[in-house]
């Protein structure tokens, strides 16, 4: 069995030329995004593996089609960077992968940790060689309210990170499935003092913390982000954060990070306003996308996708 990868990393790259002769897959391998441009690595293969770096064009989709691919794989949670109605509608399928869920987990309680001790004020001060104490004291989870919005693989694995800290622990999900306290949205963003967000992105999530149900919020709320950026209106957010609505926020996704995250922007300028804006906040921490990125889920990742399409092939039933 053919097997396309494209957009596919070094490292992802060393990884699907150990696993794939284990499953009797062939790979062709590139770097770059698919497009229009090399469709022709996909011919004679129906299935491919693509990133989550880059939106798949609706056009390429038919291109793909065409080409004689009816399956995609792409090697992340989210779809949000593919149209799959579209996709369907050519004679396409496509399939996430699961992964480790600890990667995000772990990531998202060091990242509520450093916004409520005020990490990046503190270690900014001391890269100037300032040893002073800060000037605004941390805080002790034991003393706080987490609410968790959305409580799949990666929302339950926090809300189980949580309960050595002894905190109160609030939870909104349309299927309620953790020990969890469940409570409406409104309130969840009434009560607590931390607000992390971990449900996917789809029309019924976009901007789901959208200016009204920010201004919900306690004052000096802090927001988590590590899901997808737009879960959150980020104009609003930056608002709250400039008037002092809010108490900090720590961001591993950004509404418009396409074409910013992923690359090397040292010595061009950061065309986002509202990034501009964050990064001159000092309780604002924002981190490129990385969540996922440890070794554990990059292999889950890789193996998962070869998996996937291993079954599509043999008639074995997916689902999105």
Known sequence: MGLTIYGCGSDEAVLFREMAPRFGVMPTITAAAVSGVNIELAVGNRCISVGHKTRITNDT?????EAGVTYISTRSIGYNHIDVEYAASVGIS?????????????????????????????LSRVDAHDYRLADVRGK???DLTVGVIGTGRIGAAVIDRLWGFGCQKLAYDIRPRTSADYVPLDELLQQSDIVTLHTPLNADTHHLLDRRRIEQMKPGAFVINTGRGALLDTEALVS??????????????????????????????IESEQLSRLRKLPNVIISPHTAYYTDHALSDTVENSIVNCRKFESGKRHWI
């Open 61 to 65: 989709l038919r291109a793909l089609s």
């Open 94 to 122: 496509v399939e996430n992968v699961a992964y480790s869920p600890h990667s995000v987990a772990d990531y998202t309680l060091m990242l509520i940790l450093m916004a409520v001790r005020n990490a990046r004020s503190i």
């Open 140 to 142: 002790e989870l034991r």
């Open 240 to 269: 709250a954060l400039e008037s002092g609505r809010l108490g900090g926020a720590a961001l591993d996704v950004l509404e418009g990070e396409e074409g910013i995250f992923y690359a090397d922007r040292g010595n061009a300028p």
